[in-house]
């Protein structure tokens, strides 16, 4: 039996066919039109291109699972929000059903990419795990005795939102001193980009200015110069502040890091690791929680869309 994973992203729409080891069948990708009905007819005319490319119908594969960003009811196979594709109240699991006659799973497209790493990826050694990505903005998913856990409504694990520091950075949400405002990708690079600012000197201007900062420069500059190796304290501080409060709400037995800045692998978990064996709660002797690199990369959320129809087979 074959497996067809969306995955649906603001620039572009991935698809992948694997069979029920993850091996990949075929691949493809097409560009993202805003609006539900664009998005839809995007859908099935990937699937339709990745049919052709193995010779399959529609019956030869156990479902299309779609990865999705923003509020997503899966229940109903409903887009609840999504800004960045012009989507509202939207429901794309049934209009994608219809222009391909196939059967179709919708989720959020963070809870995918977590379900690819569990499955086939980093996770895949555990029953309990929680991915974080650590791009644009801070996401995630967890994942409970294997299966993808998303609260409420399907509207649950958004851990980017908790707060880390009262009152503190504004966030997108709204809220202010999220950990999202301190841990992403985009606040790194905005401090990375102050920290040249208050320091003429530091070495971190060699990058070529302040228009070619990336998530990675504080990380190159940090061994020699005091201005990175400040900045970076204070985001690895951050971030593990949040990861410390996710190891001790859910105690999974690892927590997986996606996204540009995991990128940093040991310089960044290796601190980390430290920080959460001191903070944790109980300590490290009973329950310890691995923090680990995810391994998928930018294919994670359509192996997790795939992996939606798994249990069913």
């Known amino acids: 039996m074959y497996y067809l994973g969306i995955d649906v992203g603001g620039t572009t729409i991935k698809g992948i066919i694997i069979d029920g080891s993850g091996k990949i069948s075929a691949e493809d990708r097409t560009e993202t039109k805003a609006g539900g009905e664009a998005v839809a007819k995007g859908i099935a005319s990937l699937v339709g291109k990745l049919l052709k490319k193995l010779n399959l119908s529609a019956g030869d594969v156990a479902g299309v699972g779609i990865g999705c960003p923003g509020v997503i009811d899966s229940a109903r196979g409903r887009v609840v929000f999504a800004g960045n594709l012009g989507i509202n109240d939207y429901p794309l699991a049934q209009e994608v059903a219809c222009l391909t006659g196939m059967k179709i799973k919708l989720t959020n497209d963070a809870n995918a990419a977590a379900l690819g790493e569990a499955k086939f990826g980093a996770g895949s050694a555990y029953g309990d795990s929680i991915f974080v990505t650590l791009g644009t903005g801070v996401g995630g998913g967890i994942i409970i005795g294997g299966k993808l856990f998303e609260g409420g409504s399907s509207a649950g694990t958004e851990i980017g939102h908790m707060v880390i520091v009262e009152g503190g950075k504004s966030c997108t949400c709204g809220r202010r001193g999220c950990w999202e405002a301190y841990a992403s990708a985009t606040a790194l690079i905005e401090a990375t980009k102050e920290a040249m600012l ?5 070495a971190m201007w060699e990058c070529g200015g302040l228009e070619k900062v990336t998530g990675e420069t504080p990380f190159i500059y940090c061994g020699r110069d005091g201005s990175a190796r400040r900045v970076v304290d204070e985001y690895i501080g951050h971030l593990a502040c949040g990861i410390v409060n996710l190891a001790n709400i859910f105690r999974p037995e690892a927590i997986i890091l996606g996204g540009g800045v995991s990128a940093q692998g040991e310089r960044l978990n ?18 310890p929680v691995k923090i680990v690199t995810a391994t998928l990369g930018s294919r994670a959320g359509a192996f997790g869309a795939a992996a939606l129809f798994m249990a069913e087979n």
């Open 270 to 287: 290796a601190p980390l690791r430290e920080i959460l064996s001191r903070e944790i709660m109980g300590g490290t002797g009973y329950a």
């Open 198 to 202: 208050s320091d003429k000197n530091s």
